[in-house]
């Protein structure tokens, strides 16, 4: 079982920049594709990136494409989100998430990101 843990949200200007990182513990990190999601009050968990096990292929919603970028470093266990150009909309709350089989069935407990005028 993976145990998932994010780190680096708090609170930033708009066009300002924020680098969210997720530790993972137990499990074999290196074979998982990962994935980033953030949730609003009132609002459904939504998909903002993700990332193969080999770091090699990312996939991004697109409200986030071309200012965010997903990265990974197995060797420590970690992916990352380098979040640039933030906007108000990008006010949430971010989860890491590691897919095992054929779904993201492990999660961490959230950081908050909240992008002020």
């Known amino acids: 079982q993976v145990q998932l843990v994010e780190s680096g949200g708090g609170l930033v200007q708009a066009g300002g920049s924020l680098r969210l990182s997720c530790a993972a513990s137990?499990?074999?990190?290196?074979?998982?594709?990962m994935g980033w999601f953030r949730q609003t009050p009132g609002k459904g968990r939504e998909f903002v990136a993700s990332i193969n096990w080999s770091g090699t292929s990312t996939i991004y919603a697109d409200s986030v494409k071309g200012r965010f970028t997903m990265s990974r470093d197995n060797a420590k266990n970690t992916v990352y989100l380098q979040m640039n150009s933030l906007k108000l909309e990008d006010t949430a709350v971010y989860y890491c998430?590691?897919?095992?089989?054929?779904?993201?069935?492990?999660w961490g407990q959230g950081t908050q990101v909240t992008v002020s005028s």
């Open positions: 998430a590691a897919r095992v089989g054929e779904s993201y069935s492990n």
């Open positions: 137990g499990g074999t990190f290196s074979s998982y594709r």
